[in-house]
């Protein structure tokens, strides 16, 4: 019996023995799932090395071929995967002007950064940011911090800023735009009154500054960097100027001073307000003269 019984265990440990050399030999080793992976597992799958000892290649069949790289830029990678085209520019839009008028302030705000978002281009020396315009993508590069001489300035489109609070400042871009016309004519030049929020500080008027702008046949934006106040607006300008188009939209005439132009409307009222007395003295010194005139000429036509 107890040789039986003997006989018995030793064929069982004798199978088990067998089954762990299966194991180790033919069948890949069992992981425990709180062992860590081997550090090539780790990687993404795409990095990882195919090779024959791969210890899914027994399980898994043929090994894969391998998978090519190249390097492409990121935002390439995005417009592919989404299934957009790759988006044009980049764009360079040059912020000019004197210290303190809010260059920086402004090149954030353009840039989108007030969440901190924006990145640095590649040489670190301005923001790079995909906008989309006129429902197309495009990536633009604004540089506020321009210290070299103006002829070396490459850019698609220069910004002009002053602040609205520091007439010296508004002097300085009538310089800077002498000296851009001579250097580089063609390059497309926008006008940007800047802290416009400061109401009480204000050294330039509006109508000075588009007096200005049109004398140099440029757009005028007046607008406040650290309110964010109309500097969507400008960024479309730029962009539609450096695509080479007209930096409003055909069929959006009339827009309002800080666009640039005084709107229709505008000008209308400005004509009426300067053919009417404006205060009632005037109008009284007058002896209501002006408008017995107006009233003959229109309905008295033998008066005439
Ligand atoms: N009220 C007001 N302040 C502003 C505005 N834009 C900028 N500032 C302030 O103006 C000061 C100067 O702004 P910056 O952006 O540093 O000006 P900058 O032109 O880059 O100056 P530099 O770097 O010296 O050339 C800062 O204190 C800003 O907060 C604005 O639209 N309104």
Redesign the pocket.
Known sequence: MLTDALKDSISIEETLVKCDSMTLSSAPPLRRGSTPLPIKHQLRREEAVHDDCDWTSGLAGPSPPPISFSLVKDETITSVVEGRPPSEGPFRIALL??????????AIALAGDLDRTASVDSEGEGYVHTVTVDDEDCTILIY??WRQDLSDLQCEVCVL?FSVTDRRSFHRTAQLRLLLRETQPQTPIILVG?????VRSREVSTQEALTSASLFDCLYVE?????DHRTAELLEYAVRLARGLSPVPPGACGHDMAGGRESITHRAKRFLTSLVPRYPRERERDGGKFFRQKSRSCHDLGAL
């Open positions: 002007g004197q210290n303190g008028v809010g260059k920086s302030c402004l506020d911090n800023v800047n802290k416009s929020d400061l607008m406040s960097a650290s309110l």
